[in-house]
């Protein structure tokens, strides 16, 4: 209560109310933009029986911010929209990332990339490689963003801080090699190509459960070539110096 008592001066207290209806006008303008995104995707969902029909597992394991939309199960809500195609189940995608998808893409708006190459180029994640005399010159990303490519770099930057997933092992093989930058932009186009995957081609997200890292293959890799020429000269234990207990 102290923390309320102050010099109540008629200017001090005109601002504060200035201020507090400014607030509850923008909070209201956002309680009316919840309602119609809800509005819309139950309108898209309706048109179509067979998507009221599908169900997906609920995602306890994502967190729902103070930010995220009220009043619908987004992660329902986007299997239905989608055609049971289930982008919650990608770690470190989140729902603002699959509002993004929604309101920038749509499930049509996929179809026309020929290719997830045309994809991540339209969406500037693709390296743009510039080539003279047989000689690669630059591979940066080119400039520009839009809101879709704001999101998957702010989810890859969240994947960025997870532990033992495939993608976040590849942000930090990345981060390791070239920094967190290129990590960043290497990480969201991984998404983008995975995402334009599982909307064209039905393609179930379904990380390897068996990744190799990179030193993984080259110590097989080496341990194959050591074995050749072992099978090759005829060594035995005994002339490589080993004991079998």
């Not at 005109?14 to 923008?26: M, V």
């Amino acid at each position: 209560m102290r923390a309320l008592k102050g010099n109540n001066r008629p200017d001090y207290l005109f601002g504060l109310k200035q201020e507090f209806e400014t607030y509850q006008f923008l909070q209201n303008k956002i309680i009316e933009c919840e309602r119609q995104i809800s509005r819309f995707l139950q309108q898209q969902i309706n048109t179509h029986p067979e998507k009221k029909k599908l169900q997906t597992t609920d995602k306890k394991h994502k967190r729902i911010n103070k930010n995220a939309i009220t009043g619908i199960d987004l992660n329902q809500a986007a299997y239905r929209y989608f055609g049971g195609v289930d982008l919650m189940n990608i770690e470190g995608l989140g729902h603002a990332t699959v509002l993004s998808i929604i309101s920038e893409v749509g499930p049509e708006g996929f179809t026309k990339f020929a290719t997830a190459k045309h994809f991540t180029s339209w969406l500037r994640l693709a390296p743009n490689n510039k080539i003279s005399g047989g000689k690669l010159l630059s591979t940066k990303t080119p400039k520009g963003s839009n809101r879709l490519k704001i999101a998957l770099r702010n989810a890859a930057n969240a994947i960025g801080n997870l532990k033992d997933t495939h993608l976040s092992n590849f942000f930090k093989r990345v981060c390791y090699r070239k920094g967190r930058t290129v990590a960043v932009s290497a990480t969201a186009r991984k998404l983008a190509v995975i995402i334009w995957n599982m909307v064209v081609k039905k393609i179930p997200y379904a990380p390897p459960t068996q990744y190799l890292f990179l030193d993984e293959k080259r110590k097989l890799g080496l341990a194959k070539r050591i074995r050749k020429q072992i099978d090759k000269f005829g060594l035995t234990n005994e002339q490589l110096g080993l004991t079998l207990n």
